[in-house]
Nanobody
Framework: QVQPVESGGGLVQTGGSLRLSCAASGTTFRGYAMGWFRQAPGKLREFVGV????????DYADSVKGRFTISRDNAKSTVYLQMNNLKPEDTAVYYCARSPVVSKWSDSYTYWGQGTQVTVSS
């Protein structure tokens, strides 16, 4: 099955950092906006941030603004999520996905990965 491969998750203490990666597998991210979402146990999947294809502009959920940064390496078809000053409420499975438009809505996205677990201990 063609799907992106997320990696970089793990266990970190409050205030720590992690960098997640999302690599294309069997396809490309060329021309697509790339979004990051997360889902905590018992909660709905929520938008984290998105990066456009055209100019690399980004948008973030208010809960992560100033702490998380999305970047992309188009030559490597890889997208990154740098997470700093992590909090216990950031604990979730993190997913990347692609969309033909810049969007905060998960329905706009296809090509979801299996996700990578991020756990922040207090």
């Amino acid at each position: 099955q063609v799907q992106p491969v997320e990696s970089g998750g793990g266990l970190v203490q409050t205030g720590g950092s992690l960098r997640l990666s999302c690599a294309a597998s069997g396809t490309t991210f060329r021309g697509y906006a790339m979004g990051w979402f997360r889902q905590a146990p018992g909660k709905l999947r929520e938008f984290v941030g998105v990066i456009s294809w055209s100019d690399g502009s980004t948008d973030y959920a208010d809960s992560v603004k100033g702490r998380f940064t999305i970047s992309r390496d188009n030559a490597k078809s890889t997208v990154y999520l740098q997470m700093n000053n992590l909090k216990p409420e950031d604990t979730a499975v993190y997913y990347c996905a692609r969309s033909p438009v810049v969007s905060k809505w998960s329905d706009s996205y296809t090509y979801w990965g299996q996700g990578t677990q991020v756990t922040v201990s207090s």
